[in-house]
């Protein structure tokens, strides 16, 4: 009898092969995580020594905290706003792009390159287009519109930093978009041509429905991407004026790392973990029933 | 068949043609004008970086600056000295490269060849980390770091960072394509599991370990948040440190701090051009991971 090679007498040597990663993973993913839900039970400071077991005391205090309620309600627009925007723009681009026209392979790589710009210099760069006398406040007066003090008034700042947001995101959503519009057969819509379907109709009955999973698998990427991100808040608002641009991940960073309260910052932290596994989770049993 | 009916369904083909025509420049002209709306950030970032700052928000608008100061790039070079920077980010970004390649490696490896007790347990935990971002955990983390006396050092950048689920993920996925019978014959050949693994599974695995080294070189080359967290020493600093370093000094020297981002965005635009196919096609299985 043939001995199977990867043999059941040593099969543990998968595991051998595992644990480098694991071991690492442990120790900064795992460790960290269980930390920080043990801190956020203390009243631990990055300046003094002792620390002590709170209780949720700073998950209430989150409650009545109006910076954080108020970080909380500017996540759900900011996150709200830029992946409505970056969803629809980036899926008509993938549709436009996969039509057969000259030059697209082009075009993709053009479109793409606002993703390609470092994440640093993205707030740098938008930050001077929002300047009052920048570029948007231009194009602004030359469709003759009022000008806007983005920056420096409260609506404004958030708004720019969805444009800014939305620019890097779009063309990642576009590729995600495109990879799911080519994985649509092309006999359904041949056959759809025949039975006399116009375009719309095709799009409505054909692509959409087609497209629902990759739909889901870009609203989780862009809802990640977009909560746990504060580059372009830090760089470019610095969450001002007076907290109007603070989002959640900017508020965890602020409370922990410049007003030195490890402990509270790790609650809000927590909370925006349940954010984004609450999502994942919601939109990975929408597609298993879409697929079941 | 007439000769009329002939002439109407010519003229019926020629009208259908025209139409296609027409909706094809539409499409054109369309994305020609989406394009320009995408591009234009970054074409006002080099226009600007070209102008001096009393010309910066002349009106009307000078698209192409005349004359274009050329001067301010390599005087934007050595007033961030951007050298040092260029250097640490070359050690962090190599390093973590490197590591994270051949644990993915390893991992995806076991995970796709060997039949232990418990691999699916581990898969999930493993997959479980992409949900957790470093802005989740970047309290503690800190805290950790700092325990083991690596602020402000180049392994403080690198460990923390080394290990990522997006690389097993990967390389489980073509380890699990490759046959077993080329591994099985390794084996029967008296090689053991190490050496099975380096002289016969890696050689074959080089596109897929070569996509994971790109995107990971990618987005550590461009991370800011962990280096901006435990380096306050400059001497350490990487380049999107120094960048907004510049920036929260300069905020109202445009032109330099335009000539400093373009710069700053050079390798990675660089890298972009050369494995282009390697990054839209990770980016797309990325958000496929699910």
Redesign the interface.
Known sequence: MRRR??G?T?????????L???V??V???????A??AG?SLTNASLTERAWRFVGVHNYARLARDTTFVGALATTGRYVGATIALSMIIGLG?AV??N?K????GL???????????????AP???Q??F?P???VN?ALKALGLHPVNWLLSSQGAVEALVVATA?RL???CM??Y??GLQSIPAELYEAAKVDGAGAPRRFRSITLPMLKPTFL??L??AI?LTV????LAL?MTGGGPDNASTTL?LF??QT??LGFQ?GY??AA??V??LI??AF?ML??RA?RTEEG | MSLATAAVRHSRRGAVRVREHAVTIALLLLLTGVTVVFLMPIFWMVSTSLKTNRHVFDLPIQWFPHPALWSNYPAAYTTVRFTRYFVNSAIVTGSVTVLNVLLSALAGYGLAKYRFLGRHVLLVLILATLMLPLEVVMVPLYLTVQRLGWLNSYQGMIVPVAANALGVLMMRQYFLSLPDDLIAAARIDGAGHVSTFLRIAVPLAWPALLTVAILIFQSTWDDFVWPFLIISNTSKATVPLAVQTFQSAETSNFPMLMAVSSIASVPLTLLFFVFQRQIIAGVATTGMRH
Not at chain 1, 10 to 18: A, I, L
């Open positions: 090679w990867f059941p040593q099969p543990w040597w998968g595991f051998v092969f595992t480098p990663i694991l690492l993973l120790g900064f993913k795992f460790w960290p995580m930390y920080a801190l681009l436009l792009l039509q026209i000259p030059a697209r075009f993709r790589t053009l479109i793409f390159l606002p993703a390609v710009v470092p994440i640093v210099v740098i760069l938008w001077f287009l300047n006398y920048g570029l231009d620019w779009t063309p990642l590729v995600i495109l990879a698998v870009v989780v990427f990640t746990q991100n504060f580059v760089v991940s965890v960073y922990g790392f490890m910052a790790s932290a927590i925006m973990l984004i596994v994942t939109s990975l597609l």
